[in-house]
């Protein structure tokens, strides 16, 4: 029989590292605070600060008008996450809980401007922006002190633009579509099993995918701005976590996370539209999508962590996303990802509990495609820098 003070999992040590996921995810959607002993609640910080950048096409057209620099510069900004939960034990059966989180977001500025004829000129730019706010009720029941079903429902807004100005998009230069806020409703439902005795414990929980109808007005360069709807399903996924006593103090855990991106688009009617005439001509451009993803992504993690008597609780974990098998491009710069991370916890007498991490990512490289851009999936990049990105977090939690 092992002897823990307090909860790694539910004090939040581990920060998922993936506001650089694949596709658009930016939270892993964890509902660990929901496992901590009667009232609980907390409030996390993640701020990332990227370096992705790559080398745009046609550089020997470029290179023959006398312009030397092929890099697209910074293609992603610093971002700060913001997530906060509340967890209330109402009965010694019955628990509910409600999270507010981030779970889908992207955020490429890009504008080629290299130096020709002695002035910097805009040769290609996209803006891509794309926002979600989720928040979940969560209600449990544990019909004996080793399980814990639960089930709940989750209200997400949605909403994004996207503008594309330059001739490596051939027809759709100067191409902007606005996506207005959309708010839907989806549903949670899980299990866990525990033995508080081995501080053993495993959950496993399903995430149902959300249909949003966004309003959208579209706008070519040539053409008349247009009023409509698209629809975007945001995808369904499935997290698998599990922890596990040492001995001597130490604490073993790991996840691993599901999301089904492949059946994920993003094809406003007007821009479809000019697909479909295109491939009248052309037929291999009919299966073309604004936006859309070839594979589903995978990601995980596995760590080590050891509880010191009065020092706290210090950590080590690896981490890894599978990407999602898209050629490289200005929306697609990394496919992928390794990770380390570092980080401690501290207990401030039996009711606060500060936990801090350190996360460093190196991003994998995409395929490079050699097929004419056209849109922002396969308008991209002849080649992709040796990307990463660093991650600080900070979670405060308050038991009562």
């Excluded at 997530?83 to 490429?108: E, M, R, T």
């Excluded at 190196?362 to 990463?388: C, W």
Aim: proline share 5%.
């Amino acid at each position: 029989m092992m002897s823990y003070k307090f909860s790694l999992l539910g004090c939040g040590l581990i920060f998922s590292g993936t506001s650089f996921a694949a596709a658009f995810e930016q939270s892993n959607q964890t509902i660990q605070f929901f496992f901590e002993k009667e009232h609980y609640a907390e409030v996390s910080f993640a701020w990332t600060h990227p370096n992705v950048s790559g080398q745009v096409q046609h550089t020997e057209i470029l290179e023959q008008l006398g312009i030397q620099d092929f890099s697209t510069g910074q293609l992603a900004n610093n971002q700060l996450v913001i997530n906060a939960a509340l967890k209330l034990q109402l009965h010694p059966q019955i628990s509910w809980g409600l999270l507010y989180d981030k779970p889908f977001h992207v955020d490429v500025a890009y504008q080629y401007s290299p130096v020709f004829s002695g002035e910097p000129t805009e040769i290609e730019a996209a803006d891509i922006k794309f926002d979600s706010h989720n928040l979940t009720s969560i209600l449990g029941y544990q019909p004996d002190p080793n399980w814990n079903l639960y089930a709940g429902l989750s209200y997400q807004t949605l909403e994004g633009n996207l503008s594309l100005v330059g001739e490596s998009f051939s027809v759709f230069n100067g191409y902007h579509v606005q996506l207005e806020q959309n708010a839907a409703w989806g549903w949670l439902a899980g299990m866990s099993y525990q033995i508080p005795e081995y501080f053993f414990r495993t959950a496993l929980t399903y995430r149902s995918a959300i249909n949003h109808q966004l309003e959208t007005t579209e706008s070519i360069t040539v053409g008349i701005p247009t009023s409509s709807f698209t629809k975007v399903q945001t995808p369904q996924s499935i997290n698998l976590d599990i922890q596990s006593g040492l001995p001597s103090q130490n604490i073993f855990y790991a996840s691993l996370r599901w999301v089904n991106w492949q059946d994920f688009v993003i094809q406003p009617p007007k821009f479809g539209a000019v697909i479909d005439y295109a491939a009248l001509e052309f037929p291999e451009v009919k299966d073309i999508k604004m936006i859309d993803y070839q594979e589903d992504q995978w990601s995980g993690k596995i760590g080590l962590a050891h509880q010191w008597p009065s020092f706290g609780i210090n950590s080590i974990e690896l981490l890894w996303d599978s990407g999602t098998g898209n050629p490289a491009s200005t929306l697609n710069p990394s496919d992928g990802y390794w990770g380390i991370g570092l980080g401690h916890l501290y207990k401030i007498q039996e009711t606060w509990d500060i936990a801090t991490g350190l996360y460093y990512l190196k991003f994998q490289k995409p395929e490079i495609s050699l097929s004419e851009p056209i849109t922002p999936q396969i308008a991209g990049l002849s080649a992709v820098s040796d990307n990463s990105a660093w991650i600080l977090g900070l979670k405060m939690g308050y038991h009562f």
